[in-house]
Structure formats: structure tokens, C-alpha cells
């Protein structure tokens, strides 16, 4: 069962989420989704701790029981959600994705950042997740496009993405503040067309004309 209230809660998302992968293609998967609540805060700072050199430089997560509050506050499920790649089996976190800067009307686009957690690195559990969020971010959000900025460097990330599907649009000097700098970023993209699936119908923000 997802858990997916706030301190004060979201349980209709939760229900959502529930819903779309219960079919019988995610039973596939090993992992499954679910969003992000307070009531991770220890699991998630832990594994944060024991992942600070698989994520640096390339990311800073939340540290602290204030930063995480804040990190859980940002996910309005409007603009934004946070979720947990969770192992099926076991419901341990493998990973967190989150859908950032959702914007609708003309664009139908958001930004995806991703990270999984040490002791299930190199398993592919991220590669599975984020396949998921595509799904979800696509169909059920209806989006149009997603895109993930990516410092150059960062080569596993990078085959990540190519692997899922996305595409090179470009690199945007000082794009995001990373660990104290303002750094480089590749921008990789993807969108309802380039998805076998698709296309689904458009959202009701979606002008007409």
C-alpha cells in the first residue's frame, strides 16, 4: 500500500499512484513508486549519509531533519512531486526521482532529477524506476516533455538517460548551484513522441488552438 500523505497529506495522489501501476505489466518490475513523506526522514537521511561519495559532486541532497522538511514542503503535487524508487520485496528505498517545475498550458513540461541510494547502486533499480516515471509522467500527468540536466561528468548518468531514450539538446553553462558553484549542464530530453506508447491524451491545460 502507498503511503502517501504529507504531514497533513496528499492521499488522493497516493491512491493515484496506486492505481496506475497496478496492472500486470509493473508486476514485473522489481521496484515500485511511491511519493515521499515525512515519515521517511530517517531511512532517507540515513542512506543520504551512506551515499555521499556515490552523489558527490554531481548532487546535494537534504542532510538535515530541517532540510528534509523543506525538501518534503517544495513536493505541492501541482508543480512538483517527490518519489521513492522502493525495492518490491522488501519496500527498502533503492532511489528518489523527482518530477520538478511542472508547467503546463503551452509547454506541458517539467524537469526530472534522480539519484539512487549506495547500497543498491550499480543494480539497476534506478534504470527501472525511472522507466516508471515515464510512464506515469506521461500518462498519467500528461505531460508532453520531460528534461534532465546533467553535468558533463557525470558519464553514468548521461548513459542513463541515452538508455531510456532521451536526447542531447545542448549544454547550458552555470544552468544549476551544485555543491556551492554554479555548474555546467547537459540538457537531455524527452518527449511523448519519442515513447512507443504514446501518444495519450493532452491535458486539460492544453490549449485548443
Do not use: K
Amino acid at each position: 500500500m502507498i503511503q502517501g500523505d504529507r504531514a497533513g497529506g496528499s492521499p488522493e495522489t497516493a491512491a493515484e499512484l496506486e492505481a496506475f501501476f497496478a496492472d500486470e505489466r509493473t508486476e514485473r518490475s522489481r521496484v515500485v513508486l511511491r511519493p515521499i513523506t515525512y515519515r521517511d526522514r530517517d531511512e532517507f537521511l540515513g542512506l543520504v549519509r551512506a551515499s555521499v561519495d556515490l552523489h558527490h559532486p554531481w548532487m546535494s541532497l537534504p542532510a538535515t531533519p530541517e532540510e528534509f522538511r523543506s525538501y518534503v514542503d517544495r513536493f505541492d503535487h501541482v508543480t512538483g512531486q517527490g518519489l521513492l524508487i522502493c525495492v518490491r520485496e522488501t519496500g527498502a528505498m533503492a532511489g528518489v526521482v523527482n518530477i520538478n517545475s511542472i508547467i503546463r498550458g503551452r509547454l506541458q513540461s517539467a524537469s526530472v532529477g534522480y539519484a539512487a541510494f549506495a547500497p543498491f547502486a550499480g543494480r539497476g533499480y534506478l534504470s527501472e524506476g525511472l522507466s516508471l516515471v515515464l510512464r506515469y509522467a506521461f500518462q498519467r500527468l500528461r505531460l508532453h516533455r520531460l528534461e534532465a540536466q546533467i553535468q558533463p561528468g557525470n558519464h553514468a548518468s548521461i548513459t542513463l538517460v541515452r538508455r531510456l531514450g532521451f536526447r542531447y539538446e545542448g549544454c547550458s553553462p552555470e544552468l544549476l548551484f551544485i555543491n556551492g558553484a554554479w555548474r555546467d549542464h547537459e540538457r537531455w530530453a524527452i518527449t511523448t513522441s519519442m515513447v512507443g506508447d504514446g501518444p495519450w491524451p493532452p491535458h486539460p491545460t492544453l490549449p485548443l488552438h
